[in-house]
């Protein structure tokens, strides 16, 4: 389990984080949704102990962030950060060659199902078709968890169903998934858990399913409460 407990971040004297607490579950899509600038991705940085935290603590099953958990917990971030000028067979040798994990016949499996070609260079790639690799780059590692920054940012229609469908295969079945997003769209029905960010701390967190069994609401309906208050 991915355990954030009161973690705290300032940006130049100004709290961004403010006491975050939440927990993120293996064999689930917890989703992390704010507004812009709420510190979704500050969270899923300190989480992989890219930026330090100034208070509260981040346990992922019960080890602290670090190098040592790469292995273990795969990161998807916000935009391709492969060097423009390099092949996508060159990308997949680097990952080939930088992690145990990486597992290249699934790689070779979604580089098919996303119609991407292994002689394009990272640069001359879409936005969209830039995204279908990160996220590959992300999917091919035999992690137990996933973290991915809106995986859905710039990205069609077409693109985002392609995406929805890796979400409900195998690929990440028994995974923990931890995305963030600020809107939820045809997500909704994917996620089994909400994290609803706001003025630095947590306002709402809650399982998708029990919500609408109990108060008969959707996650934009919740969203809509505590964005729109
Ligand atoms: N390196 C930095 N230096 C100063 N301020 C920063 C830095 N990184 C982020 N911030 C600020 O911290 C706040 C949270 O940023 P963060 O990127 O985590 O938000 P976010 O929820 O992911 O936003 P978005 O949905 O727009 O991507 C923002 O106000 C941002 O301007």
Redesign the pocket.
């Known amino acids: 389990m991915i355990e954030v407990t009161d973690i705290r971040?300032r940006?130049?004297r100004?709290d961004?984080l403010s006491g975050v607490t939440f927990a993120a579950d293996k064999g689930q899509i917890t989703c992390l949704i704010?507004?812009?600038?709420?510190?979704?991705?500050?969270?899923l940085?300190a989480i992989m102990g890219l930026?330090p935290i100034a208070g509260g603590s981040i346990r992922i099953d019960g080890q602290a962030p670090g190098p040592k958990l790469y292995e273990k917990v795969a990161f998807v971030p916000?935009r391709l950060t492969m060097p423009s000028g390099m092949k996508l067979i060159e990308a997949h040798r680097f990952m080939a060659d930088f992690y145990a994990g990486w597992n290249g016949e699934r790689a070779g499996e979604l580089m098919r199902f996303f119609g991407l070609s292994y002689s394009d260079r990272i640069g001359s790639l879409s936005k969209g078709t830039a995204a279908k690799f990160n996220l590959l780059l992300g999917l091919s590692q035999d992690s137990d968890y996933i973290l991915m920054?809106?995986p859905f940012a710039g990205i069609d229609l077409f693109s985002r169903e392609a995406i929805t469908e890796v979400f409900t295969s195998e690929l990440i079945e028994g995974r923990g998934v931890l995305f963030?997003t600020?809107e939820i769209g045809e997500m909704e029905h994917l996620i089994d858990r909400a994290v609803l960010?706001q003025g630095g701390k947590v306002e709402r967190a809650f399982d998708c399913d029990e919500m609408r069994g109990a108060e008969g609401k959707s996650v934009i309906d919740v969203m809509r409460e505590v964005y729109r208050a």
């Not at 812009?36 to 991705?41: M, Y």
Request: net charge positive; charged share 35%; glycine share 14%.
């Open positions: 971040k940006y130049r100004r961004v704010g507004l812009n600038g709420a510190g979704k991705s500050t969270i940085k930026t916000d920054d809106e963030t600020h960010l």
